[in-house]
Structures are given as C-alpha cells and as structure tokens.
Antibody, heavy 117, light 107 residues
Framework: QVQLVESGGGLVKPGGSLRLSCAAS????????MSWIRQAPGKGLEWVSY????????YYADSVKGRFTISRDNAKNSLYLQMNSLRAEDTAVYYC??????????WGQGTLVTVSS | DIQMTQSPSSLSASVGDRVTITCRAS??????LNWYQQKPGKAPNLLIF???SLQSGVPSRFSGSGSGTDFTLTISSLQPEDFATYYC?????????FGQGTKLEIK
C-alpha cells in the first residue's frame, strides 16, 4: 500500500535551517509528481511547492520562494524540502503528498516545524 | 495568484441534513477544482477531483458541481462521521491555492 512518511521536523531558531524528508513506498515513486503542503497551527492548508516526476519542473509559493528548495532522489524513493532563513510564520505541520492537477490522494502523517527563539 | 473563497466559514447542521458548501475562484479555473475533508490531527482526505469526480472509496452522498469560477460540494444526508473541516483547492495554475476552509459542526 502507498505510504508517505515525513521526518526532519523540530524546533529551530529564526534564521535557521531545516531539511525535511519524505520516504515513499508502495508505488513507483519516479512516476509521480510530489508536493509539500503545510498547515500552521489552527489554520488552513497552504500549498508550498511541487516537483515533477523527473525533477525538471519545480514551482514554489511566493511565501517560500528563494528560501525553500524542493528536490527528490528517485533512486532512494525520497522527497526533500530544504528550508533556509526560517521565520516564525513558517511554523506549521508540513505534509508531503502525491498528486498534481487532479488532487492529492495520498498524504503523509505530517512533521511539525516550529520556528521560535 | 488565484484566490479561493469558501462560504460559509462555519456551518451547524444535524445528522440527515443536506448541506452545500460553496467555493468561488477569483478567475476561471475550468474544472480544476478539488475538495478535501480534514479531521482534527489528521491529513486531509480527497473527496472530489476535477470538480465533480468522486474519488474512489468516498461515499456517494458526497457530490461536486460547477465550472469556471463557481463550485459546490454537497453532502446529501449528513452522517456523524462527516463533521469535519472541508477545503476546496484549485489546480489550474500554480500556486495551487486552497480555500480558507468550512468547519461543519453538529447542531
């Protein structure tokens, strides 16, 4: 069965960096677009970024552009989100999700990132 | 960016009620509109994709309609497990924006 497992969240100071990982299993990872979506505590969903199956097409939300970098390693069935210059407003649960234009069917359980001094 | 506006933001209803949630896009998005249900502490669950296509495994009491800028999610007869927060999302143009959510509560 399809599984997406995020890791790498935690407490970081403003201006710091964190790298999130998403380990995929149960499907041919290299066939699918993957995305990161986040949810601040008590707030709604915010789309962050997607990467195409080959990694050749990447888009970001304006709120993270220039600070976050999405990448993937198809040989390791893994998706990544490098987050630099973190701000308090980046505090959220970060989900990886499989899908693209026809919605996100599969989601991970989420990993909490807290940016605080 | 395309703005997605849901109404109402919250809704109280009873088991067995018919409920409709509306989502409006700031520009035409054809039928690139998805609906999700989210329960506290859980990841969202895709209900409807492409405005009106029911995701596999989702009960038939859920339905979606609309195209262009105006969309609706209808639950024909509310069940206890349907009390949750619902989000629309456009996948027409990046960033793939979500609506602000509609919290469906028990009356």
């Amino acid at each position: 069965q399809v599984q997406l497992v995020e890791s790498g969240g935690g407490l970081v100071k403003p201006g710091g960096s964190l790298r999130l990982s998403c380990a995929a299993s149960g499907f041919t990872f290299s066939d699918y677009y993957m995305s990161w979506i986040r949810q601040a505590p008590g707030k709604g969903l915010e789309w962050v970024s997607y990467i195409s199956s080959s990694g050749s097409s990447i888009y970001y939300a304006d709120s993270v552009k220039g600070r976050f970098t999405i990448s993937r390693d198809n040989a390791k069935n893994s998706l990544y989100l490098q987050m630099n210059s973190l701000r308090a407003e980046d505090t959220a649960v970060y989900y990886c999700a499989r899908g693209h234009m026809y919605g996100y069917v599969y989601w991970g359980q989420g990993t909490l990132v807290t940016v605080s001094s | 960016d395309i703005q997605m506006t849901q109404s109402p933001s919250s809704l109280s209803a009873s088991v067995g009620d018919r409920v409709t949630i509306t989502c409006r896009a700031s520009q035409s998005i054809s039928d690139y509109l998805n609906w999700y249900q989210q329960k506290p502490g859980k990841a969202p669950n895709l209900l409807i994709f492409a405005a009106s296509s029911l995701q596999s495994g989702v009960p038939s009491r859920f339905s979606g309609s609309g195209s262009g800028t105006d969309f609706t999610l209808t639950i024909s007869s509310l069940q206890p497990e349907d009390f949750a927060t619902y989000y629309c999302q456009q996948s027409y143009n990046t960033p793939y924006t979500f609506g602000q959510g509609t919290k469906l509560e028990i009356k």
